[in-house]
């Protein structure tokens, strides 16, 4: 992901063209979706950096569309009523924002009821929106799209859980594999005859079919859907989990089946309380869990990743260009921050050549932090001076960023509170140090540390800045000023200097 030239010797690094500028891309610039489905009818418009979309608007309703479908054969009625009053809502949304005309995807209630081709006709009649009714394979293949936005190295199997049924897909080299449809949605298993333990039944056997079609070894599973999101918040809760951020959290099996079993012993209402989701979401989630439960220990996998990005984020994907999908998402929302925001667009990649000499030995992931860490080193500057640190901190580890997961999120936090505050004692974010080791808070330090010092040399012609020498062995840094700016290098920067040096534990030399 960490780019390069192509064949054409067009730069695609993360220093490279923007291509948000690009006039393809600028389409992609404000988009919207809309996604009905069997337990949700959602309006979403995507904007920013098209490969790492920020969300513009972003509405919910709990219409329970699928609610009796598998016993009636029609869609709820009273939820059919619902979903209508929503998307006109919606449309109308969409007009003013300047995205309309909208279309849609219908999922499984729509698909399996009777009256679902007369519901889409509705639809269009009073609200201009055309929905697509996806089958259930196309639905799989929709969210694992999904997940290749957030996740464009993505390797493992994606699962989809909705209200009336769930989806498995492979993932892979950027390409989606296999894929299958089940019943297995947590509003067609609430009618299962037999309680619990007939529910329990329909759902090992159907899973088992399922592992019988899709055969493969899977090292991580992504779960995507809203039961597995409540899932996963009621995990973090249980173990005391720090960072509330649902997008790349990361569970065992072992903690999955230590959840399900303490979900068990709750009602939902205190589920509800605790983690503040609707109670038309919560009633589902006891019987989600019986389904992951089974899901986890037919195809036992190492890791279960949970993904905020699925069908809606999947349809944005379907429309990119390839040279966007092959893009990292993270830089390409730092640079796009960067360009809206920062006093000096552009410094980020100068100010990355100044201090890469003292981290000239980092891996490759590592590298890609940096380099986000130097895109978004300024774009904080509008905030009160007294809460700068704070401010930075809280962007880098809750902004909606793909590609990143939670130690990166916390690693990139304590970079640009240091590129700010000297010291990371005695704020709010003490718990969060700990998901680092302490090497590399001391890395996240130095590198906060290094921008602090190399924004004194905001310069326009880069060779202008000086250079730095960073000798680890001899434990020396070494900085040398360039002749018509050695006047830059004033008190203030002397101490930034030391501070860096200290960092690192170094002595100084400067000529």
């Known amino acids: 992901m960490d780019g390069g030239a192509d064949a054409s010797g067009t730069d695609h690094g993360p220093f490279g063209r923007p291509l948000f500028d690009d006039p393809k891309v600028k389409a992609l610039k404000r988009v919207g979706a809309i996604d009905v489905g069997s337990n949700s009818v ?7 950096a098209a490969r790492s979309p920020a969300y513009f608007y972003n509405e919910k309703i709990m219409c329970g569309l699928g609610s009796g479908v598998s016993e009636t054969g029609f869609l709820n009625p009273e939820g059919r009523v619902r979903a209508l009053s929503a998307l006109k809502r919606f449309a109308l949304l969409a007009k003013g924002m300047g ?3 909208m279309s849609g995807v219908a999922t499984a209630a729509v698909r399996d009821a009777e009256d679902g081709p007369e519901f889409c006709r509705e639809v269009a009649e009073a609200t201009g929106i055309n929905l697509w009714v996806a089958s259930g394979t196309e639905e799989a293949r929709l969210s694992a799209q999904g ?38 949605g947590p509003l067609k298993l609430m009618d299962a005859k037999g309680g619990r333990q007939g529910r329990k039944a329909i759902i090992d056997s159907s899973i088992d079919d399922l592992r019988a079609q899709i055969d493969g070894n899977y090292k991580t599973l992504f779960l995507v859907g809203g039961s597995w999101r409540a899932i996963a918040r009621l995990d973090m809760e249980r173990r005391g989990y720090p960072l509330k951020v649902l997008h790349e959290y990361r569970m065992t099996p072992q903690s999955i089946l230590q959840t399900v079993k303490w979900i068990s012993g709750k009602d939902v209402e205190e589920l509800r309380a605790i983690t503040g989701n609707s109670e038309a979401r919560m009633r589902l989630v006891p019987i989600a869990a019986q389904v992951l439960k089974s899901l986890v220990q037919r195809f036992k996998p190492k890791y279960i990743a949970t993904s905020s990005y699925g069908i809606r984020e999947g349809l944005l994907y379907e429309q990119m260009p390839f040279e966007l999908k092959r893009r990292d998402p993270l830089i390409e929302a730092c640079r796009f921050d960067e360009k809206s925001y920062a006093r000096i667009p552009g410094f980020g990649r100068t100010l990355f050549e100044f201090i890469q000499p003292i981290f000239r030995n980092a891996s490759p992931e590592r590298r890609r932090l940096i380099k986000a860490a130097c895109l978004l080193h300024d774009v904080s500057w509008r905030a009160h001076p007294d809460y700068r640190a704070e401010v930075c901190f809280d962007n880098a580890t809750r902004a909606n960023l793909g590609g990143l997961d939670h130690q990166g999120r916390i690693f990139l936090g304590v970079a640009l509170l240091h590129r700010y505050k000297n010291s990371r004692e005695g704020t709010r974010f003490e718990a969060l140090y700990d998901m680092l080791s302490e090497k590399d808070l001391r890395i996240a330090e130095a590198l906060g540390k290094a921008m602090r010092f190399g924004a004194m040399f905001s310069v326009q012609n880069q060779d202008h800045m000086g250079k730095l020498a960073w000798h680890p062995k001899k434990r020396l840094l070494k900085f040398k000023m360039h002749p018509e700016t050695r006047d830059l290098f004033g008190e203030v920067a002397q101490a930034r200097f030391a501070a860096l040096a200290t960092a690192l534990e170094a002595e100084t030399h400067v000529s």
């Open 99 to 101: 995205v309309a005309p």
């Open 42 to 48: 959602r309006f979403v418009v995507f904007d920013g």
């Open 147 to 184: 997940v290749f936005l957030g996740w464009p190295g993505a390797k493992g199997l994606m699962c989809d859980i909705g209200g009336s049924s769930m989806e498995l897909a492979e993932l892979g080299d950027g390409v989606v594999g296999r894929r299958v449809t089940s019943q297995l």
